[in-house]
């Protein structure tokens, strides 16, 4: 079991930046209204993800550990409709494979919390401990005990700064969680959880983009699209800059990227890239998750559609601002 976890390990786990996602999709899974990201040394020392979510319940702590246990999915047909963000229970099995873990738990009618430890996916403690609600969850020397992988991590400022943009992606992904960044102890961001765009740009981004955001609003035969795009003035020489969600989920697509692009036209200078923060929504079966692991890239049912549609909603919000 231990065997196979290890191996099955490496399609979800990359690098610390995979642990961060996991552990904060399932705080937002367990409704959580706050969550703090902590990593020290690009998280390869460790990561803290605590939430004020859910909770465990104390007897369901070991079973959520094994591989595909999963409280969200229920029936085969529920793969169809899955609206939480984790749905193949292996995250923290995959996670407790590669590094040393640590978990506090606490459900709110729960008169005390649990703590569980394991080590190389081997439970090695699990006991009442006094904590707040809501969950925490500590991995520490990752790859501890797969040196080849931890030879394949690259320095802590280059982890670092994947968990940040990921962190970003949460925080842009998830208005309505307000979500605290720490490296090192010191604060990279905190975002408010008031659900305003425009607040969290501000809040990740400074003063210097969210004062030159265009507004985009556009629906159409069960398409819809809200957000901000960035003046053509502030464009970049990366897409590290165009943020999109479909259905709440935060993605990247080569074809999403290029209808925005494509909406800006000649607005923008060749090899730059624009802004953008934008929410997309389709009925639900438009979009394939299931396509890979980590879950961040999609199929469409109908690309072209959806290209088009965002399209125009970029090139509306352009023309509204008489670019
Ligand atoms: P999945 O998210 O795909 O269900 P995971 O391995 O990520 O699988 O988590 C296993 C189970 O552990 C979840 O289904 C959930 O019941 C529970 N769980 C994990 N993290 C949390 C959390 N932060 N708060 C509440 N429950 C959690
Ligand atoms: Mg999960």
Known sequence: ESTINKI???EVIERPASIVKELAENAIDADASVITIEIRDGGIAM???TDNGSGIAADEVPTAFL???TSKIRTAEDIY???SLGFRGE???SIAAVARIELITKRRDALTGVRY???GGQQTALEEIGAPAGTTVIARDLFFNTPVRRGFLKAAVTETAHVAALAEELALSHPEVSIRFLANGQSRFHTSGNREVKDIIYQLYGREIATKLLPVEREEKGLSVHGFIGRPEISRGSRALEHYCINGRYIKSPLLSKAIEDGYGDRMMQHNFPFAVLFLTTKPE??????HPTKREVRFSDGQALYLFLRAAVEEALQRAEL
């Open 8 to 10: 099955a390990a490496g």
């Open 47 to 49: 990561i803290r993800v």
């Open 67 to 69: 591989r595909h246990a």
């Open 81 to 83: 409709h899955v609206q």
């Open 91 to 93: 995250a923290l099995a």
């Open 117 to 119: 430890t394991a080590e």
């Open 286 to 291: 438009v979009v394939d998750v299931n396509v």
